[in-house]
């Protein structure tokens, strides 16, 4: 099973040059935001991504190493896009759910590396009711923040006047003011929230690329890419919608099958039925067949009708669900991994005592140990793991580049002159 991502990473070595000239052709083309964060998944037989965050927490479970070598990643990015030494003060603002220790632990972990880039940094909450608040995370460390409200005289905190404010509020609301009203260079910008993405799109240009790498390292596209479905007429409550979608779930699953027959795997295929604009892993079920969707509990009904926020799910993708054979400590596990612009800033390996190979990990119990990207500055070829998994996740970061470019969302004050290439391993 190990030998199908050795032989990946030996293909992938002995094509650098070519890779990089390729990445580079498209990065020259879209913007890319501030960070993003990727979980892959690795069956033996496929290397894929199957999930992308513009605004990812998390960064207290990277590798500790990658979170020290991660501030000169993010000089290089502000420098390159907003020009070397413009952006000094950095307002980054958050999530409202302010009880969410462990997301505080993220946000104080944030401040950090963007701290170690010699920047200036305020924390800030968009509407927040008081003037400034003490929030508390995992670890006992405290994170001061202060309110953030945009209005038609501008952006206004009681911290300073920002260079570059840096969003890690997804926005799965609208916020309208943060659109509409806002002129401030905002990194990532509200149009990539989750009011408006979708994840249909995002795969759509996943895959077309992942097929134009797979081709250029001479390999098999059916290996790194994940079949994805939009199903656009969701409504749990009713059962036509239901029936329709267990229909469109058995044919996937029948098609699966198939294909595994035809290559010799063994597995029994599942699928993933996944809200089309969610996150934080709510809104996600997995089936083994169409009788699952019809046989649903109440509890997996009521789960799949609101989304974060509780907003209505009306839309989901169906979508091939890759097994993982990659473990930490004995136990199922799943990658994740982190970049500042295309840079790989950091890595974790996601696992779950109570979840087998083809289960979603991205829940409560979840466990976080160590992937450090910042090993393939030692060697690129002695590293296997973290090379194939962090170009299935750079892949990942051109796909948002082109979302981002077909939605016509703008980086207000950001520019592509200058050195256009990555500083790729």
């Given amino acids: 099973m190990t030998g199908f991502k050795d032989s990946l990473h030996q293909q992938i070595v002995r094509n650098l040059p070519r890779i990089q000239d390729w990445f580079g052709s ?46 000169p990643l993010v000089r290089f990015y502000l420098d390159r896009h907003y020009g070397v030494g413009k952006v ?26 963007l701290r170690g880039a010699d920047l200036e940094v305020c924390v800030a909450i968009p509407r927040l009711q008081q003037e400034r608040a003490v929030m508390t995370t995992a670890s006992g460390r405290t994170v001061e923040v202060v309110s953030a409200t945009i209005d038609r005289s501008g952006l206004k905190c009681s911290c300073f006047t ?7 509020n997804d926005f799965s609301e609208f916020y309208p003011e943060w659109g509409e009203l806002n002129e401030m260079h905002l990194n990532p910008p509200r149009e990539l929230g989750w009011w408006q993405r979708k994840k249909s799109n995002y795969f759509l240009h996943y895959n077309k690329l992942s097929t134009e790498f797979a081709k250029l390292i001479d390999v098999d596209p059916w290996t790194l890419t994940v079949e994805t479905e939009l199903f656009s007429e969701f409504d749990m409550a009713n059962d036509s919608s239901r029936e329709a979608l267990a229909q469109r779930v058995q044919t996937m699953i029948d098609r699966l099958r198939a294909e595994y027959a035809r290559r010799g795997i063994s597995d029994e295929p599942v699928v993933f039925v996944k809200n089309n604009a969610g996150t934080y892993g709510l809104a996600v079920m997995r089936a083994a067949s169409g009788e699952d969707i019809l046989n649903l509990n109440y509890k997996t009904r009521k789960k799949m009708k609101a989304a974060k926020g509780g907003r209505d799910v009306e839309e989901v993708i169906i979508q091939e669900g ?24 950091g890595g974790f390996l996601r696992s779950h005592s109570e979840k087998g190979p083809t289960e979603s990990l991205n829940s409560p119990g979840a466990v976080y140990k160590r992937l450090c990207v910042s090993d393939l500055k030692i060697s690129v070829e002695g590293h296997p793991m973290e090379n194939v998994y962090g170009w299935s996740a750079r892949l990942g970061v051109l796909a948002i580049g082109h979302e981002a470019k077909a939605l016509g969302s703008i980086y207000r004050g950001y520019s592509r002159r200058g050195d256009l290439s990555c500083t790729l391993t």
């Fill in 322 to 345: 890759i097994p993982s054979i990659v473990q930490a400590d004995g136990i199922t596990a799943e990658p994740t991994l982190y970049l500042f612009g295309c840079q790989l800033a």
């Fill in 26 to 71: 498209y990065r020259d083309e879209v913007d890319l935001p501030f960070y993003s964060s990727y979980d892959i998944r690795d069956s033996g037989h496929k290397v894929a991504n199957v999930d992308a965050n513009i605004y990812p927490a998390g960064f207290n479970n990277i590798c500790p190493t990658d979170r020290e070598s991660a501030p």
């Fill in 88 to 113: 000094k003060k950095l307002l980054l603002i958050t999530e409202e759910h302010t009880n969410n220790a462990y997301y505080w632990e993220n946000v104080a972990s944030l401040v950090e590396i």
């Fill in 162 to 168: 920002p260079d570059l404010v840096v969003s890690n």
